[in-house]
């Protein structure tokens, strides 16, 4: 049986939709997951991830 409620552990390459910094919670713009390393503290909880945008 699996947990439902597991928290998904993204990989290198994953393109996953989350928070919007620029135009705040409730919007949401697509993040490309650089890294997320096995062996690093935090594996599966924090990431190293970027986003595009058309403001400076």
């Not at 552990?9 to 620029?22: A, L, M, S, T």
Request: no cysteine; hydrophobic share 30%.
């Amino acid at each position: 049986m699996t947990d439902e409620k597991a928290t998904p552990i993204f990989e290198r390459g994953d393109v996953v939709y989350g928070d919007d910094p620029f135009k705040g919670e409730e919007d949401a713009r697509p993040w490309l997951t650089l890294s997320n390393h096995d062996d690093r503290s935090f594996h599966g909880e924090q990431y190293i991830a970027l986003t595009l945008t058309t403001k400076s």
